[in-house]
């Protein structure tokens, strides 16, 4: 089992424009000793909107609830919607609303200029509003890609079944029959690859997002990479995740990869393989709602990182340069 190195969720909420509640579990820019990017490459900022009510915003039209038109560059940004709507539009003409269940995967590249804004709809009815926003740095080769969104609808998924584990041992001996085995919950692939099976979403290096649901008790195991970086989520509810419990609103953070160098001093040690992750139910908010939580995993990029604000480049003159195009309007285009 992969160790537990640190679990984040002990962070003030703060404001995004006025429409996004969010605490900041993890961000590069930070350096300290619950925290360290190398341990979470290529997963860069991770802002978690807790379940939030708004009242219906009667103003909507002339003041939706959001942030307004700002640039990014050099990563891409993630936005999974959990309750609620988002409405996005960008410099490159792309214009989406992003419903309940939805992922918006959006390259900033060399440079975007985007809107981030409670939908229409959701904005005239108000309700609960709960969200994810991650940045996924980009490798050099891929840092001035075009921008770009993919927008992948819960129905692009796929859908994967999580099975007990009390049962799953049945798969390994010789009795195939499928009826042993007990469905303890499901897992939607956002992106990545679930024992061949590839996720909805395009990406520019080895990442895994797996949107877990866990709808009754019992434990089911996880198989992530060995040479990944490894966070999970817990978006409701309360799980043991590997023996440690957890709850609604932490980002667990596993130990980093062994180094191939170590690996091969201590092949021949009784070091466990540190590639599996279980999971056990243990409590649901209320009798409707199944534990959530969201894995992800992503092989190092391993570059060095010059970031600031909403740009995250290789080098302090790569960063410095894009604040000039900034400044003088000759960004996005
Ligand atoms: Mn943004």
């Known amino acids: 089992m992969r160790p537990i190195k640190h679990i984040h969720g002990d962070k003030k909420p703060h404001w995004v424009g006025d429409g996004f509640f969010v605490k900041t579990l993890i961000n590069h820019l930070e350096d300290n000793p619950d925290f360290n990017y190398s341990h979470t490459d290529p997963f860069l900022l991770f802002d978690y909107g807790k379940p939030t009510i708004f009242s219906p915003n009667p103003d909507y039209k002339l003041h939706p609830h959001g942030i307004g038109l700002h640039p990014h560059k050099g990563f891409e940004t993630v936005t999974i919607a959990y309750s609620g709507e988002i409405s996005h539009a960008d410099s490159t003409g792309g214009r989406s609303d992003i419903l309940e269940g939805d992922v918006q995967w959006m390259t900033a590249g060399r440079g975007i200029l985007h809107e981030e804004f409670h939908s229409e709809a959701f904005g005239q009815r108000g309700g609960v509003f709960s969200m994810v926003q991650l940045w996924v740095n980009l490798p050099s080769t891929h840092k001035l890609t075009d921008p770009k969104y993919q927008s992948i609808k819960r129905a692009d998924m796929p859908i994967v079944d999580l099975i007990d584990n009390s049962d799953a041992g049945y798969q390994d001996t010789d009795c195939q029959n499928s009826d042993y085995q007990t469905v303890i919950g499901h897992a939607a692939i956002i992106a990545g690859d679930w024992h061949g099976i590839s ?24 198989q992530v990479p060995e040479t990944h970086n490894t966070l999970l989520l817990v978006q409701e509810g309360q799980v043991l995740v590997n023996g440690t419990a957890a709850s609604a609103g932490s980002l667990i953070e596993f130990s980093a990869p062994i ?37 992800l995993s992503g092989e190092p990029i391993g570059e060095p990182v010059a970031g600031h604000g909403p740009f995250v480049m290789n080098t302090q003159e790569e960063l410095r340069q894009t604040f000039r195009d900034y400044q003088i309007g000759n960004f996005g285009k």
């Open 199 to 222: 996720g909805a979403a395009t990406t520019f290096t080895p990442v895994n997002m797996w949107d877990i649901e866990l709808y009754t008790t019992g434990s089911t195991t996880l």
């Open 259 to 295: 180094p191939d160098h170590v690996d091969a001093q201590t092949e021949h040690s009784s070091l466990p393989a540190t590639d599996t992750i279980e999971l056990t139910y243990l409590a649901t908010t209320n009798e409707d709602t199944p534990i959530k939580l969201l894995l």
